[in-house]
């Protein structure tokens, strides 16, 4: 297996020369959870990426849903990226605070809303200052708003149901990206009232292995088609990736992506819909 999507991802140096052109748009998703007790956006004040534009995942979902960052419905994604300067035309260029951890969500949103001209800066805010790259603070600059057609395409998503159906079908590969612990029920969910296992038949490949720990970069398209194959994952069967409540699930949708395969989506509300205990959908223990 050899093709590969490299546009996914954007290099620092990359975003540094083109950081003044007019058509490049930055975004910064960065998300952290709730007892993490870190405020995302007063982080983007203190420090971000010139031009950047915070992007909440928290405000740009379907605040309708008793789960937290749902996809929002085509014409509320339209609105609020529209008062962001974002728009047909924009190269969109997404980073976290962390590295690769919440900017894939944000770029596969797009991606689902039909925007496709969008990548994820490889190694995000850390390799950027590691790097003596420039900063600025303050709210970020949106500029004037810009129109955006939303296309979504519910291919690229899934809900419990849907979910469910498979355990029957077995067509579509299940990959859950959480850590092995958490997948094996071994420790305690951080979100109250979600039992502890994994979607029966589900594999494991946690998030952290598809990253390089020293630089915080997406490994090489190479390396993820083998541990992608060393999970068990047939490139030729469609994927569904889910993960504690749809964040770093995102990142292994990035990592297919750049690795080639073509038919992924992500169980919106992952673990955090699934493990609820009142729903009572059935859960395996034990590691991969």
């Known amino acids: 297996m050899t093709r590969t999507n490299p546009d996914a991802l954007a290099s620092t140096d990359w975003l540094y020369q083109h950081l003044r052109a007019p058509d490049v748009r930055i975004v910064d998703a ?16 203190q420090q971000h990426i010139p031009g950047a534009v915070f992007f909440d995942i928290d405000e740009i979902a379907d605040t309708t849903s008793d789960l937290p960052h749902m996809m929002p419905p085509p014409e509320k994604f339209s609105a609020k990226v529209r008062k962001l300067g974002l728009g047909d035309g924009s190269r969109i260029v997404v980073y976290d605070q962390r590295g690769i951890f919440s900017a894939p969500r944000v770029w596969w949103m797009f991606r689902a809303m039909g925007h496709r001209d969008v990548a994820v800066l490889d190694g995000g805010l850390p390799k950027w200052l590691a790097e003596d790259k420039p900063v600025e603070d303050g709210k970020g600059r949106a500029g004037e708003e810009r129109h955006f057609t939303a296309r979504f395409d519910n291919t690229m998503l899934r809900d419990r149901d849907q979910v469910n159906r498979e355990l029957t079908r077995q067509k579509e590969q299940i990959v859950d990206v959480r850590a092995p612990e958490r997948y094996a029920g071994e420790v305690a969910e951080p979100r109250e009232g979600l039992r502890t296992g994994h979607i029966p038949g589900s594999a494991n ?23 992608l194959g060393e999970a068990g994952i047939d490139p030729k069967r469609p994927v569904v990736t889910s993960c504690g409540s749809g964040v770093t699930a995102a990142v292994l ?34 590691r991969a």
């Open 30 to 45: 960065s998300y952290y959870l709730p007892h993490e007790g870190v405020d995302a956006r007063a982080a983007f004040e």
């Open 205 to 227: 490949l946690p998030f952290t292995e598809l990253l390089d720990p020293q630089t915080n970069t997406m490994k090489s398209p190479e390396e993820l088609q083998r541990l």
């Open 253 to 286: 949708n990035l990592a297919l992506h750049v690795a080639g395969y073509r038919d992924i989506a992500l169980y919106d509300g992952s673990w955090t819909d699934w493990g609820r205990e009142e729903l009572n959908m059935p859960v395996e223990n034990g």
